[in-house]
């Protein structure tokens, strides 16, 4: 449930297409571990700081 909201999907890929964050720099879709900053999710550290936001870490 997203906001409280039901959805069904016949897939996995409809559902990340649907409810994934995109990030803020590059606008992939999110899956898995992002990052976020006030409210604005970023796929990797490179693309926080291109925005301005420094001090985010990937752990992979």
Do not use: N, Q, Y
């Amino acid at each position: 449930m997203s906001g409280g909201e039901r959805h069904t999907f016949d897939c996995f890929e409809c559902a990340i297409h649907a409810l994934a964050p995109t990030c803020g720099t590059c606008g992939v879709r999110i899956i898995g571990h992002g990052l976020e900053s006030d409210g604005r999710f970023f796929c990797c550290d490179h693309c926080a700081e291109k925005s301005g936001v420094h001090g985010l870490k990937d752990r992979v």
